[in-house]
């Protein structure tokens, strides 16, 4: 491949060099055809294809959960006012998801008064407790200790009386023992009384208290998860309302609108009426026309000569700018089918400020790699590549002569020398048409040298954009 490929490219130069070159005379002696090397500024360069875009753009992406249906789009290359239609999505299943969000509000807000209501109502049973039921406890068992303090009072009294008459003979022993009965049972039901009030004070309080508190504490926690729930409802009701307002997608800003770039495997835009669409897609752009720049794809066999700061001619259709190389990337771009397996690099061209720069327009860039003044300039067409290193043949008067080359940069037509030959030495174009030991020479060619390398380059590009 290398072989015929350096043959191509022999062919081309050999007539570029006649071209250029009015110094190109045949020999008296012969008819080869030769060219005297002379010094000359030298100009590297690669020239790729790319399209302008803007630096700077507006995104207008897809607000709605999930995936959404597109029923309109406005064309690309549209020019539009702020706050004009761009986008209309299905609305079906954003309106259901709102329908049902309100409902689900409404029954939150339902639950929430309940709540509300139990809490007010726990709150209200403990001082009702407290100021009502227990302090009437209270008071009926204080009342009934009160009767049984006189029943016991009464009691001893009686029980004295019936001591003093059994002593003086008026009363029976069995008198006495009835009041001594009387007496122990006032006794007993007082301390029961007293009993009922202590457990009353400190032990069925406490308890009902805490039951109460428990019941409070219960329903203020049902509460603040029913307003957590509330809060829920209405954040997704209002989502909903305003997905179902986004499905009409308007412009932030005026200003020409395009669509984005699809993938190179697609034969559509990612946009179109009845596409699918997922939240947070680009759907369109809106660039900033004043900050514009060429984005193309520079070879992997010359990407490492390329560098920010570089200067590049573009020429546009009706126009054509000097700008700068701003970007290269340091990581390739996926090579498939698509690319025709090249492998390329995305170079950016930052564009000056010029009237008329739309994005999609094509543009043919071309990188200055390297400037040199004053170096040994040979045609590419004199060369021949073996693997034995670079030769020229040189016309003496002894016919032609090889001479062994030490090469430096090319571009497509000329190639540095920097040993091997002189200014104004004769070389003969295209040898190895012309003389055996050059054929023989490209026949046992198994690799290029670097300058063969270097020259066949831009051919490759060239193969690649057509591939």
């Known amino acids: 491949m290398w072989w015929s490929l350096g043959i191509g490219l022999i ?12 110094s190109t005379t045949a020999s008296d002696k012969s008819n080869y055809l030769t060219h005297n090397v002379a010094r000359g500024r030298l100009v590297v360069t690669v020239t790729e294809q790319g399209t302008l875009e803007s630096s700077s753009n507006t995104e ?39 329908s049902l969000t309100k409902t689900n509000t409404f ?23 407290e100021k009502g039921r227990y302090r009437s406890q209270l008071q009926e068992l204080e009342k009934d200790l009160e009767t049984h303090k006189r029943n016991l009072r009464n009691a001893r009294g009686m029980m004295a009386r019936s001591e003093t008459l059994f002593r003086q003979g008026f009363a029976t022993a069995l008198e006495v023992e009835a009041n001594g009965y009387t007496l122990k049972q006032a006794e007993l039901e007082l301390q029961v009384k007293e009993t009922e009030i202590h457990v009353l004070q400190n032990f069925t309080r406490e308890m009902q208290l805490e039951t109460l508190k428990g019941n409070l504490i219960a329903s203020e926690s049902k509460l603040a998860a029913d307003k957590a729930g509330l809060a829920m409802e209405i954040k997704r009701r209002d989502r909903a309302k305003q ?91 996926p090579a498939g089918w698509w690319t025709g397996n ?36 040979i045609p590419v067409a004199a060369v021949v590549e073996s693997e034995q290193g670079s030769f020229c043949w040189v016309e003496t008067q002894q016919g032609a002569e090889r001479r062994p ?14 040993s091997g030959l002189t200014a104004g030495d004769p070389v003969l174009l295209n040898p190895a048409a012309m003389l055996e030991d050059a054929e023989t020479e490209m026949r046992t060619t198994v690799r290029p040298s670097t300058a063969q390398h270097n020259a066949s380059d831009a051919a490759q590009q060239t193969t690649g954009e057509e591939q």
């Open 243 to 333: 997905e179902l307002a986004d499905c009409v997608i308007r412009a932030p800003r005026s200003g020409l609108v395009i669509y984005p770039s699809a993938a190179s495997w697609k034969s559509t835009p990612d946009i179109t009426e009845g596409a699918t669409v997922r939240k947070d897609q680009v759907l369109l752009l809106i660039p900033d026309l004043r900050r514009m720049q060429v984005r193309l794809g520079v070879h992997e066999s010359v990407v490492d000569q390329v560098r920010p700061g570089l200067e590049a001619i573009v020429t546009l259709p009706d126009r054509t700018l000097r700008a700068t190389v701003s970007e290269v990337a340091s990581v390739t771009r």
């Open 11 to 22: 062919l081309i130069a050999s007539g570029a060099a006649t071209v250029w070159y009015t």
């Open 107 to 129: 029954i939150a807000e339902a639950t929430l008064a309940e709540s509300q209501a139990s809490v007010d109502k726990a709150n209200i049973a403990i001082e009702a407790y």
């Open 405 to 418: 080359l030490r090469l430096g940069k090319s571009n497509d037509v000329f190639i540095e020398v920097l």
């Open 342 to 377: 090249v492998v390329k690099y995305d170079t950016v061209i930052e564009l000056p400020e010029d009237e008329g720069l739309k994005p999609g327009m094509s543009a043919e860039v071309e990188i200055v790699l390297s400037e040199q003044d004053d170096v040994l300039l």
């Open 60 to 98: 207008i992406k897809c607000n709605i959960r999930g995936f959404s249906t597109v029923t309109w789009v406005i064309p690309t290359g549209t020019i539009v006012e702020e706050d004009e239609e761009l986008v209309r999505l299905d609305t079906k299943v954003v309106e259901e998801q709102y």
